[in-house]
């Protein structure tokens, strides 16, 4: 008797409809939609905005099947092409009334059109790879090393000021390379240094050491001070890089971190390269200036300027809250001077605050300005696109020195967080390279889909007729399983989202052409056990556990070679290797568990059975052709 | 059906050495061309850039390529990919100009001779202006990424041989595992020398299929060894080369059967994949054809000259437990 107990037909069943349910997605194919995401940092996506979106369609009597809104973005799920670029009008229209500024990037893009249920249980179709769907891939390479120096050269400055404001002499601050060099003239002044900068600096691995006549302190990051820098460096960059992706308008951008200091960009859809390469290498500045009060508050000149004609040798703003402002043009600091900025709360009032680091040099200048200005107010301008926006304009109570700044009054916490992160995104932490740019065009992308699922299946389909003609009904339960291989494997990857590209689809392909190897296995030895002279059931137990060991042995061995190129892989053998590695998976299960499954609810529960359905047997010596009956 | 009606164990131990002289030559073969000719490799290794355009007539190559070289680039491959309207640019690595930036001005250099069209004379102008170059594909690789593939592919390739060798000893036989790697890694190297020779593109999916190969044809070593193992506890008397014939023989219907259905899948890819997957299938067809004659008859013969015997499998086995029958079933 060949049968399974409860649990495990129970299993086998249970596995094969959730295998049906996560391949489902993918043959809904995709409908047309229009993709709504912030480009100001400082303008989120919320729940009122999707109302306002619904709102807008409404009265544009344009119909929408759906709406929905992640972290990041609201797409509206459409029809046809036609309502599509008609909603995208009409959503453009209501949320920017000026082209010129724009708040929101509204973009057409393609949405999965399986349905809400299965897209509510994570069942989404599988994730392309750009190969497959065409656009613009970016390796980019961080400087470290330039992230460092950067760092180096304005702690030397600080080093400057805290050692003139501590009183400690010294005979010049200079960065040698990786290190800065502090000299002095005595050791009782080097004593007096070392303890400061040990209660000031805890970044700093302080050395003693004698150059010539001069007595030297040989400061040096500490590694985690130094893998600090680089982290931050890098996840610097990547919020810079964001930001300036939003605005390209891409559906799906990809940025992600590789290995220590590599960025992966990748924008689907994008062809412009020039284009695209021209944003990734912008920068965004950072500048302080002087308010002008006085025409500030001149009504009469106000609202010439709003009209556009602003007094001579200023500016007209307008700040967050909406009220104009007439900033002069003389730029008192630029962001180059802004070593960091941290939310933070303000340490009397214990609102929220924005704390900004300037560099030795900003520093000097903050202070002059501010003891000239004090009870005048100070524009904090963002540069983007050529063009100001006023993150906020405080009034200077006192002199500010030291280089540390705080900008509070009037924000909330998630406010303070995003003008933070607006004024460190301003620039990139550390300078970056292209070090490797791929465009691939969305017709090739098609093509390849095509060729790639052609080759899949026709292959699959000289396996299966081969199989069946060989094995006859053991042939068609190999094909049945191997079927159920394909089945597992494309759930598993659209489950795991996990990036399918062309040498994934080869990947496919491959594995199920190895996969049949364990059908070929069992039923090789179901054949030989009944060519021995066993009875059918007993036949069938045998050639199952006998071939088990074997189907293992040469499975582990083909997982090595997988994980290996998992481990070493990038690109375009990473996606290949993740499929490889989760096709030996399945197939094991799917080969073994799930055929024997099949051949026991064919043969299981026959008392007497007397022959089996695995094509005719040839036994030596025996030349009659009924051989295929065992006695 | 049943394809293969194997009376007696075929004595394949008795060409034992013929097996291994012609392994032995095609080896040296391959590392000869392996070394005077060298691999092609795709720019992915050497670093460089590569385009793809597509025009709606069929371009004279010659003409971009002088257009390209007047231009400023230096060694401009230009060659058809897929048919004939379909053409592939690559331009080398070079130190001076901004790398970044060759597709741009590569693409400018290619609308400046529009087409590149055969025809000549007065018409030329007219013919040409609808023939002008769609891109399809760009990629450039910067110098840091090339050094770095090449050294991961070795040590991906190092790991593979490794965890091979391992598996196998822990799981056989010490002899087994080296005799396996070293049929296999000859079947490697028989792709490259293949590669070598023809000078066909060597890229990333290439090296991925070399390694699944590698890991695909140890396959056949470890079910050959499973029976040579079965046969060594099960029959008593026979010589080592009997056992390994009888190995061979009773695993070489499922042998053929399962690289035939493996190197369908192939075969579809090298009709129906395009030029993307050619080489990719390419390898695959190469590795797959020498699997079968490497791990079967390249592989027993080392064992065999390594001098595998009943004793290493049956003394252990006694030495584990008493009272375990043959079968390893324990009472």
Redesign the interface.
Known sequence: MNRYPLWKNVTVVIALMLGLLYTLPNFFGEVPAVQVSSVKATIKIEPRLLSRIEDVLKSAAVAHNGLYADQNSIRVRLADTDTQLKAKDAIEKALNPDPTDASYSVALNLLSASPKWLSDMHALPMYLGLDLRGGVHFLLQVDMKGAITKRLDSTAADLRSLMRDKNVRHAGINREGQNIAIKFREAELREKAKAVLADNQPDLLLVEAQDGADLKLVATLKPEAHKRIQEFAIKQNITTLHNRINELGVAEPVIQQQGADRIVVQLPGVQDTAKAKDILGRTATLEVRMVDDEASDNPATMELAAKGQPPLGTDYYVERGGRGLLVKKQVVLTGERLTDAQPGFDNQTHEPAVHLTLDSAGARIFKDVTRESVGKRMAILLIEKGKGEVVTAPVIRTEIGGGRVQISGRMSTVEANDVALLLRAGSLAAPMDIIEERTIGPSLGADNIAKGFNSTKWGFIAIAVFMSAYYLLFGLVSVLALSANLLFLVALLSLLQATLTLPGIAAIALTLGMAIDANVLINERVREELRSGSSPQASITAGYERAWATILDSNVTTLIAGVALLIFGSGPVRGFAVVHCLGILTSIFSSVVVSRGLINLIYGRRRKLDKLSIGQLWKPGAESAAAGAAE | ???F????DIPFMRHALVFNVISLITFLAAVFFLATKGLHFSI?FTGGTLL?VSYTQAPDLERIRKALEADGFADPQVQNFGSSRDVLIRVPLTKNTES?KV??RVIESLQKVPGGTQSAGAGDTATSAANTP?????????P??GKE?AE??A???L??II??VV??AF?FEWRFAVSAIIANLHDVIIILGVFALFQWEFS??V???V??V???S??ES??VF?RVRETFKKKRGLTTPQVLDHAIT??I??TI??H??????????L????A??HY??MA?TIGILFGIYSSVLVASPLVMWMGVSREQFVKAKKDKAEGVTEDGACV
């Open positions: 059906m049943e394809f009606r194997i009376r007696k992915e793809e970044a597709g741009e769609t891109l399809k594909r760009v990629e450039f690789v910067g840091q990424v593939l991961d592919g040590l991906a390739l790991l593979v965890g091979i598996y196998l799981r990333l999916p090296l991925a299929a390694l699944a590698l890991g695909y140890v396959n470890v079910i499973d009773s695993t219907s499922r059967i399962t035939g259905c493996t190197q369908a899948m192939a075969t579809s890819m009709v129906f994949g395009g993307a997957l990719f299938a695959l």
